[in-house]
């Protein structure tokens, strides 16, 4: 052990506790396994170094005391989830019968890769690996199934495409708009799209940016030009809900708030809000990666009422 071999170490220390339990050679043997971080064997060791320790009024029993405490705060343990109900069973580890009572209660093992095994008459053979890392806490649930059960358990076909009604909706997506509103004026923008499964649909967020530009009269004053370039930049924000009455469909509503901002060369820059009523008709492709649709936003800014409709199309990665 003093040159590192800690393998070939721990081996004859093994075999010398075999044949002789004494204090020493257990207190060898846990240091040994601690520093191949075996720590479940190492902190064993030590405890049954400690209970030899009392019963043979060893003085060494403190410090074995004392290392086996240092180890249990970092001990990696493994919980065998059993059904103790099914007569007959019994459960390996690592090819190893274990013992019906560290069944369902969390066991200090070393950290390294377990196969946990269960067999029960009248029940197909179950398997499972497990790996348990340092200071970790593992769980395997043993799932026997009866063969009479597989015997007459049919399994049903798979489900087709676009049956359920959310199969179809992902969860973010970037498209672009164009469209027209009640004041004739053309429109261009992009969008973005978040969507929150609810029971029954979903929760659309919606962000968009849209551009407009056109000729219009400016200024009353005849020494000003009467027509003027404006360019109108349209921000919103809204969140609709989605009724999703199949997967390829979907038709939605909301609120939203906005601002727009005029800008031409005679009265400069222009920034007002608005409140809006939002309203969308969308169908779904490519198994809802492509999504276009209808939009329709109707703003209330003041006294003044405007709809904007756009028809975009959106990807959803």
Same mark, same amino acid.
């Given at each position: 052990?003093?040159?590192?071999?800690?393998?070939?170490?721990?081996?004859?220390?093994?075999?010398?506790?075999?044949?002789?339990?004494?204090?020493?050679?257990?207190?060898?043997?846990?240091?040994?396994?601690?520093?191949?971080?075996?720590?479940?064997?190492?902190?064993?060791?030590?405890?049954?170094?400690?209970?030899?320790?009392?019963?043979?009024?060893?003085?060494?029993?403190?410090?074995?005391?004392?290392?086996?405490?240092?180890?249990?705060?970092?001990?990696?343990?493994? !919980?065998? *989830?059993?059904?103790? $109900?099914? @007569? #007959?069973? %019994?459960?390996?580890?690592?090819?190893? /019968?274990?013992? &019906?009572?560290?069944?369902?209660?969390?066991?200090?093992?070393?950290?390294? !890769?377990? *196969?946990?095994?269960? $067999?029960? @008459? #009248?029940? %197909?053979?179950?398997?499972?690996?497990? /790996?348990?890392? &340092?200071?970790?806490?593992?769980?395997?649930?043993?799932?026997?199934?009866?063969?009479?059960?597989?015997?007459?358990?049919?399994?049903?076909?798979?489900?087709?495409?676009?049956?359920?009604?959310?199969?179809?909706?992902?969860?973010?997506?970037?498209?672009?708009?164009?469209?027209?509103?009640?004041?004739?004026?053309?429109?261009?923008?992009?969008?973005?799209?978040?969507?929150?499964?609810?029971?029954?649909?979903?929760?659309?967020?919606?962000?968009?940016?849209?551009?407009?530009?056109?000729?219009?009269?400016?200024?009353?004053?005849?020494?000003?030009?009467?027509?003027?370039?404006?360019?109108?930049?349209?921000?919103?924000?809204?969140?609709?809900?989605?009724?999703?009455?199949?997967?390829?469909?979907?038709?939605?509503?909301?609120?939203?708030?906005?601002?727009?901002?005029?800008?031409?060369?005679?009265?400069?820059?222009?920034?007002?809000?608005?409140?809006?009523?939002?309203?969308?008709?969308?169908?779904?492709?490519?198994?809802?990666?492509?999504?276009?649709?209808?939009?329709?936003?109707?703003?209330?800014?003041?006294?003044?009422?405007?709809?904007?409709?756009?028809?975009?199309?959106?990807?959803?990665?």
């Amino acid at each position: 052990m003093r040159a590192g071999q800690f393998e070939a170490a721990c081996d004859r220390f093994e075999r010398s506790a075999r044949l002789v339990r004494k204090v020493g050679t257990l207190l060898n043997l846990g240091d040994c396994y601690e520093r191949r971080r075996k720590l479940a064997s190492a902190w064993h060791t030590f405890d049954e170094a400690a209970v030899l320790a009392r019963q043979t009024s060893d003085p060494r029993g403190a410090e074995a005391t004392r290392r086996a405490q240092l180890l249990k705060p970092h001990l990696p343990y493994l !919980t065998i *989830v059993a059904d103790t $109900s099914i @007569p #007959g069973l %019994a459960i390996r580890k690592n090819a190893t /019968v274990i013992d &019906a009572a560290t069944w369902n209660v969390p066991i200090a093992v070393d950290p390294d !890769t377990y *196969v946990i095994e269960a $067999s029960a @008459p #009248g029940y %197909a053979p179950w398997s499972a690996r497990e /790996v348990v890392e &340092a200071s970790g806490n593992a769980r395997v649930t043993v799932a026997l199934v009866a063969v009479a059960d597989r015997i007459a358990h049919v399994e049903p076909p798979p489900v087709p495409p676009h049956t359920s009604r959310e199969s179809s909706l992902r969860d973010v997506g970037l498209g672009i708009v164009a469209g027209s509103n009640s004041r004739e004026r053309p429109l261009i923008g992009a969008m973005a799209l978040a969507n929150l499964a609810v029971p029954g649909g979903a929760l659309r967020g919606v962000f968009s940016a849209v551009y407009s530009r056109y000729e219009d009269d400016v200024a009353n004053d005849p020494t000003l030009p009467q027509l003027e370039t404006i360019q109108t930049y349209y921000v919103n924000i809204g969140v609709d809900y989605f009724w999703v009455p199949t997967a390829p469909v979907g038709i939605g509503g909301g609120l939203g708030v906005g601002i727009e901002l005029d800008h031409d060369k005679v009265t400069g820059y222009d920034l007002g809000s608005a409140l809006q009523l939002r309203a969308s008709a969308v169908g779904r492709l490519r198994d809802g990666h492509v999504e276009a649709g209808l939009h329709l936003q109707c703003a209330f800014a003041g006294s003044e009422v405007t709809l904007h409709g756009l028809v975009g199309i959106a990807w959803f990665p």
